[in-house]
């Protein structure tokens, strides 16, 4: 065998007088809709931790708060911590609206926000103090029911009569 040679072989099929070759158009890939979306989701995510370890922190304290608050046995100070937080919840309520009304429609957006928010909360306090009366008016009524029943008279100077 003499000296061994390498080479190429082509094949090109003609019709017609005319070669068919086709290019085939290589795919092109955007890479910044892949970063924004990388850097959105690493936003989600850290978004998401933070609230976590937030709410987790929040809770702890709460107990903490309530445990010392239940050993003490100083229900006024819950009281006025819990009449504290619910304003500041409030407060930060109307707040969050108004800048997010401020951020959708200027000042006009910050006023609607403003005044929605505030009758959301004039309707609620309404409500809360009507449904208290009601329960009130229930108590009454079942006190006053209990002590004819016992033959406690409030108004009349005899016993088992409540006239």
Excluded: C
């Excluded at 090109?12 to 005319?18: E, L």
């Excluded at 009304?101 to 609607?112: L, M, Q, T, V």
């Excluded at 009130?136 to 006053?144: E, F, P």
């Amino acid at each position: 065998m003499a000296g061994k040679t390498s080479g190429e072989i082509v094949i090109r099929i003609k019709s017609d007088g005319q070669d068919n070759h086709t290019d085939i158009p290589q795919p092109t890939y955007d890479d910044t809709s892949v970063n924004e979306f990388n850097n959105a989701l690493k936003n989600i995510i850290h978004n998401e931790a933070f609230q976590y370890a937030k709410q987790v922190a929040i809770n702890e304290a709460r107990y903490e708060i309530n445990k010392n608050f239940a050993l003490r046995d100083d229900y006024v100070g819950q009281r006025d911590l819990n009449i504290t937080l619910g304003v500041v919840s409030k407060v930060y309520s109307v707040g969050t609206a108004v800048v997010s009304g401020a951020i959708i429609g200027g000042p006009i957006g910050a006023g609607i926000a403003l005044a929605g928010s505030l009758i959301a909360e004039g309707v609620q306090v309404y409500q809360n103090l009507d449904q208290q009366n009601i329960k009130i008016a229930q108590l009454n009524a079942q006190l006053d029911y209990n002590r004819v029943r016992a033959g406690y008279s409030l108004t009349a100077g005899s016993v088992g009569d409540n006239k």
